[in-house]
């Protein structure tokens, strides 16, 4: 990878996925399309990303299927390292982003984005690109790279992409797979907490924890799903609000039977 890094003119784009790629996978490689000479792919899913009993070795897979769906989209590499190229032994240099990283997804998952913002420097040292594209689907791993970028000096642009979603409103994510049956249409009820909490702030509703309450219990009415949290959140430093009164980052971890969803939304950008 650096030795094709180092031959290429020009500004190169590059989007980090753990693979089982989906079309918000591919309109994240569009965008870097749109904006870069060259456009890197990598896919890796990060053992040191995911917590003891986590789903890394059910984590689905199926590189044949994304080299297949990257075809189309004129990728210049698709970047997949094994783990112990990635984390060779005695690998011992983890980059901490404190703060943010304490809350939400941070705190459901200790040690995540230690995880997430070591492989992302790797990444970027590896293909050292001129932007990197996320999705804002992802909304707490964005701000914590945008955070390390800006923090560690790194030489790239941070590009966020708009969450990509279902026509029913699920955001397309590579676990949707794990849905069974009745979980999938179950699923929607993060969708539609995250409408009813639009809804209720364009009528007026200001009150963090108001808007709180109304999306856990919509999402508690459905009989599959467990909240883990449900936030609205200064956007950037992501403490939970009192009032909404500039933007707000809602966003939600909810459980559909063993299946871990996130989905979050911005009001008032
Ligand atoms: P993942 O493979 O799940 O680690 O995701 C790789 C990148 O794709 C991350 O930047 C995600 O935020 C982004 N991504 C995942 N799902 C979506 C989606 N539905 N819409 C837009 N971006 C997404």
Known sequence: MKRFRSQVPGS?????????????????????RRGNLTVVVSIF???????????????????????????GERVAVVFMPGDGEMYPEGFTTWVDVEGIT???????????????ATVVAKLFNIVEPHRAYFGQK??????????MVSDLNMNLEVVAVPTVR?????????????LKGKERKA????????????????????????LRREMTSLIESEPLAGVDY????DP????????????????MAVRIGATRLIDNITLGE
């Open 236 to 251: 950037e430093s992501l403490v939970e609000l009192g009032h909404v009164d500039g933007a707000a980052l809602v966003s």
């Open 230 to 233: 449900v936030s609205v959140a």
């Open 12 to 32: 190169v784009g590059l989007v980090p996925t753990m693979g089982y790629l989906h079309e918000g996978h591919l309109e994240l490689v569009r965008h870097a």
């Open 187 to 210: 699923a929607v009820v993060l969708w539609r907490a995250l409408c009813l909490a639009q809804e209720l702030w364009e009528k007026g509703e200001g009150d963090a924890e108001r």
């Open 102 to 116: 304490e809350r939400l997804e941070g705190a459901s998952r200790p040690g995540h984005f230690r995880g997430v």
């Open 138 to 147: 992802d909304a707490q791993q964005l701000a914590v790279i945008k955070k």
């Open 45 to 71: 899913v990060n053992p040191a990303q995911f917590g003891r009993g986590e789903d890394f070795t059910t984590y689905p897979r199926d590189p044949a299927r994304d080299l297949e769906l990257l075809e």
């Open 166 to 178: 279902e026509p029913d409103g699920l955001a397309m994510s590579s676990r949707n797979t794990h």
